[in-house]
């Protein structure tokens, strides 16, 4: 027990810090350990975003139901993001590299979780201190923006190796931040409810049709700035 607590630890300190850059002999070398380790802390955060309900008297069936939801969030993102861009990365002759940029895209994966994990006090201290709906989806908004961007220096570091090859890689690298945030809010939108309304049933999947996440998320700020 004490060699997996061991070997998970150095997985995390290895993805924080984003070494490993350079191993290109096994690219896909704790693989497993970087998916139970995602998979553990997305489920840890969506636990906390569903306690929402129970705090304010709602169903604390939203918890299990937000605690699975989340880490789809996450892999859907990346299993949408991913096809296009592992295209375009062939078209522009970055095929030799691709095992090793899904690695390190993976790995990127792992430290949003990881980010999120560390941030979940934050939301359950918000949660506590107020009690509107829309800002408590606002507030989570900001926490899954705050774990990406922690993510990106990482998986920078990651990427230094590959743009010293091809300097292609560099507009590679903001093409995938550019399309997983876009699909990203779009599928927490579609995935919702994370949170759960009190007052209303709870339930995995809404039932309304799609709607633009953007002019969503826009409608929320201005009802909160405006009071």
Do not use: C
């Amino acid at each position: 027990m004490l060699a997996i607590t061991n070997h998970l630890a150095a997985q995390i300190r290895a993805a924080l810090r984003g070494t490993g850059a350079d191993d290109s002999v096994r690219p896909g070398r704790g693989l497993l350990s970087l998916a139970f380790i995602a998979t553990a802390s997305a489920m840890t955060y969506g636990a906390v975003m569903g306690s929402y309900g129970l705090i304010n008297g709602g169903d604390p069936l939203q918890i299990l139901y937000s605690a699975i939801k989340a880490p789809m969030l996450l892999l859907v993102t990346f299993a949408l993001t991913l096809p296009s861009f592992l295209v375009v990365n062939t078209l522009l002759g970055l095929r030799d590299d691709i095992a090793s940029v899904v690695h390190a895209l993976l790995t990127a994966q792992t430290v949003v979780a990881i980010a999120l994990l560390s941030l979940s006090p934050l939301t359950l201290f918000w949660y506590v201190s107020f009690k509107d709906y829309d800002p408590a989806i606002l507030f989570n908004g900001l926490m899954f923006a705050l774990a990406s961007i922690g993510a990106q220096r990482p998986l920078r570091v990651r990427y230094a190796a590959f743009i010293r090859r091809n300097r292609r890689h560099a507009h590679m690298l903001k093409l995938w931040l550019v399309a997983y945030a876009f699909v990203g809010i779009q599928m927490g939108w579609v995935l919702r409810p994370f949170i759960g309304r009190q007052g209303m049933p709870v339930q995995f999947f809404r039932a309304e049709k799609w709607d633009n996440a953007y002019v969503i998320v826009a409608r929320m700020i201005w009802r909160t700035i405006a009071g």
